[in-house]
């Protein structure tokens, strides 16, 4: 299986900004039980991230600890430098940071920069590395990872190649809560025709910020049900986020990798731009790469 002391089996997190997802898989790499709540990394206060890693243990058991996501960022537990791509599940594993040696170990990110582009992620390479190892995508591949900050991944022998992050999550997030748009678009997001009239001008190119506002216009003058607006906003969103997708993949089959609430909105997206996209759960693909990852410990 693996080396010690994680041949009795380990936890695996998941730990976001704002919530956290933690899992414990046994010696046969099962997950046997696990828990999701809401303290993510900004509920962590300084200097109190060993205390937090050991709740979970007192949760799930007294196990090693493999951590993904912004736990190692610059405002996490350690900082775990980013990998340069291409890269893959090798360098991933030999760029580990430990906490605790043989213990505590966070993941490191990955990171684009030249030719005019910077990018980074940290969370979803354990799940890209998960799905590539556990055959879910092939090893030549076009992957959307639908989330706060959405990816498009372009993986390559076995690797992640490039990628690109569009904030369609966090705008949709931020025009819910605050500023012109708020009053009008508290409903929850169908899949109806708002929906997919927002995602048509979103394909269309035009510009964004002056579709956003049409928003409220079309609702003042009668054009666009109050109820509706949620969904007509979050498909022109959408479909912006996958004009630019659709820019990287040259007729590839498009993966959709992540939460079924938000993999399903992004199917619903592309249908509309004539594509048929396939699900993979990304809960899945993340237990798949923490395995994947700890059976390359000594």
């Known amino acids: 299986m693996w080396g010690m002391p994680w041949t009795r089996g380990f936890i695996a ?31 962590v206060a300084p ?37 340069p791509c291409p890269a893959g599940l090798d ?34 390479e354990i799940q890209m590395v998960g799905a590539l190892a556990a055959g879910l995508i092939p090893s030549d591949a076009f992957v959307c990872h639908p989330g706060t900050h959405n990816k498009w991944v372009t993986v390559a022998d076995n690797r992640i190649r490039t990628f690109r992050t569009v904030m369609t999550g966090e705008m949709f997030n931020q025009i819910s809560e605050r500023g012109t748009l708020a009053e009008m678009i508290g409903e929850k997001v169908t899949l109806g025709e708002a929906f997919r009239d927002g995602v048509a001008r979103g394909l269309d190119g035009a510009a964004l910020t002056a579709e956003l506002f049409s928003v409220r216009a079309r609702v003042l003058l009668g054009d666009l049900r109050r109820a509706d607006a949620a969904s007509f906003t979050s498909g022109l969103l959408i479909g912006a986020d ?15 990798l992540g939460r079924p609430e938000l993999t399903r909105l992004y199917a619903a997206g592309a249908a509309v731009a004539g594509h048929v996209a396939r699900e993979i759960d990304g809960e899945t ?7 994947a990852l700890a059976r390359t410990l000594p």
């Open 285 to 291: 693909a993340f237990l798949a790469g923490a395995l």
């Open 242 to 256: 996958i004009k630019v997708g659709l820019g990287m993949a040259r007729g590839a089959e498009m993966i959709l």
């Open 13 to 43: 997190v998941d730990w976001g900004t704002t919530n956290r997802r933690a899992y414990r898989i046994d010696r046969q790499g099962e997950c046997t039980a696990s828990f999701e709540d809401g303290q993510g990394m900004l509920s």
């Open 91 to 124: 360098e991933l594993a030999a760029h580990l940071v430990w906490v605790e040696a043989g213990q505590v170990a966070i993941v490191p990110g990955m990171s684009i920069l030249g030719a005019g582009q910077a990018d980074v992620m940290r969370g979803e």
């Open 47 to 83: 200097g109190g991230f060993p205390a937090a890693a050991e709740a979970i243990r007192e949760r799930l058991g007294d196990e090693p600890l493999l951590l993904a996501g912004m736990v190692g960022s610059t405002r996490g537990w350690v900082e775990a430098p980013y990998v």
